[in-house]
């Protein structure tokens, strides 16, 4: 062969070797049917076990419209799995099986297509496998033939998927790219759960100059593995066009939150900062059986059982015996509860989530602009619950589009008619930047759980309630009891927190002598000038309590 044919042969090889390796590579997702913890399919039942839960966010940038019409600039995360929950306010986390189903912007609202991951493709590389059976008692195995394109099977009932967890980077990017949310978006796990979190960095592309990492960092959380902490010096920092799935075994129940842990003075203030809440294992225990198995499956279980005896630092001490239950919901769906209490004395009926943040809006200017940030002046002049300003923080959301194809889901499509804020993404579809608002409605009767948590770098917080007592049950995502197990929750007008921390709140409606159809009650701040929007006007940290005759357990709504 001469020299010109060898260069030409070489050059074909190494072609073809390129080739391959772009055809391989992609975007992924991790999010397994069965585990060696969960290893029942995701239709068994398992009342004690937990299951598996996913969610994909992106890391980028975005807008949000403060309450005097001022937009301000974000570095953000945004939703990538669960939009349509995201969109209703509600957690973005989602069961395996749902995660595990393409996105479709066109489905149902609440159905598994219109919260599955964006950009899911099938496992189409004409492979034919075989895999151990999760479902077998005797070693068996089973086959999963590739899928073809645009396959839509997620789960066929067996654990088994069509899905590989390898996404379309396109779809990614067109989804993800200033699509940030503030808050963050929400993440809701409980007990026993294992979760899988994608994090996606899309890039800024308001700032094209700096290749920010980010990172995923549960603030207050107790990770068994500082791999998955989310602090760059001990784990990971994911680049521009990277994912990383972080792994968690969900702790006890309790109100936490979470914040990238790329220079976290910046990018907290800059907007990348959520809320994470983790529900009881007494919500699953309890509602088939009395509350003294919920104390007997705590008991059970190494990781929480109670060794008050022996261990002067208890961390779950014995509840104290089940005297009262509270069986009778008001807001017509199955009783929850905030914490493993043993006495049903953290029992609600409806619960909202109250993120607390603080802007500068000068900071943020300057973090368009290309000009050196100037972190020893920052002070906040925008005050929020949810990302809103009264009086957008009352203003509830209905996603109505006129022009949409009937079934369509319902944020899909302009123009929207709706009270939420909304930013344009890359795909020329609007999407709620700022989608929670901080209305309380509590059914006659009834008790709402206010999960606040202060997301704030620079001010402490504080919030008052007008005419319903605020009842302290849980601080910094534990339950306030001794080591003896005696309930120290107290009753208070006004709460203050500091950034970092949190508090599980129950507003008390019970008292039908007091509290009627009708009456509207206020949570504010006695700091008055955190009642304004970098101005002496309306805005700030305000928003009000409804009392309702009924209300729905799904969407919140008064009636």
Known sequence: MNSKMWRLSLLMILGSLVTVTVSAQSFR??????????????????????????????????????????????????????????????????????????????????????????????????????????????????????????????????????YTGHVDPRAIMDVGVMNGNIPAPMMAIDEDDEFFLTLTNVGMIMRPDLFEQHTVHFHGYPNASSFYDGVPDASVAINIGGSFTYYYLAPDAGTYFWHCHITPPEHLQMGMVGQLYVRPRQNRVALNSSLHDGLVAQQANLRTASNCAVDILCPSPVPPANTAVHSNNKSGSLTLYAYNDGDGSTAYDVEYPLQIHGFD???????????????????????????????????????????????????????????????QDADAVARPSQPLNAVI???????????????????????????????????????????????????????????????????????????????????????????????ENFGGLMTEVHICHAVNPATKACS
């Open 29 to 162: 997702v991790q999010c397994p049917m069965t585990t060696a913890l969960h290893p029942n399919t995701p239709t068994s039942a398992n009342p004690t076990g937990g299951s598996i839960k996913c969610q994909q966010i992106s890391g980028g940038d975005g807008y949000a419209t403060m309450a005097d019409g001022t937009q301000t600039y974000l570095f953000s995360f945004g939703p990538l799995s669960g939009l349509n929950d995201i969109a209703a306010g509600l957690p973005g986390t989602q069961p395996a099986a749902v995660f595990m189903t393409p996105y479709d912007p066109n489905a149902a609202a609440g159905t598994a297509a219109s919260n599955g991951a964006v950009g899911l493709m099938p496992d189409s590389d004409g492979v034919t496998t075989t895999l151990p059976d999760p479902n077998s008692t005797t070693g068996g195995t089973y086959t999963v033939s590739a899928c073809p394109p645009g396959s839509t099977v997620a789960n066929d009932g067996s654990g088994r998927s069509c």
């Open 361 to 423: 809006p000068n900071f943020h200017f300057v973090g368009m602009t290309f000009n050196p940030e100037g972190f020893a002046d920052m002070k906040d002049k925008y005050f929020l619950l949810n990302g809103r300003s009264y009086p957008d923080t009352i203003k509830t959301t209905t996603y109505i589009d006129p022009n949409a194809a009937a079934g369509n889901s319902q944020f899909v499509g302009q123009p929207l008619v709706s009270t939420a804020m909304y930013t």
């Open 441 to 535: 409605n509590i059914p006659v009767g009834g008790k709402a759980l206010l999960r606040i948590s202060d997301l704030d770098v620079s001010e402490y917080q504080t919030l008052a309630s007008l005419g319903i007592p605020m009842h302290v049950i849980g601080l910094n995502a534990r339950l306030l009891r001794d080591t003896a197990g005696n309930n120290l929750a107290y009753d208070t007008n006004s709460i203050t927190l500091a950034g970092g921390e949190s508090l599980d709140v129950l507003l008390d409606a019970s008292d039908t002598t007091k509290y009627s159809f009708g009456q509207i009650f206020y949570l504010y701040t006695p700091n008055l000038d955190h009642l304004s929007n970098d101005a």
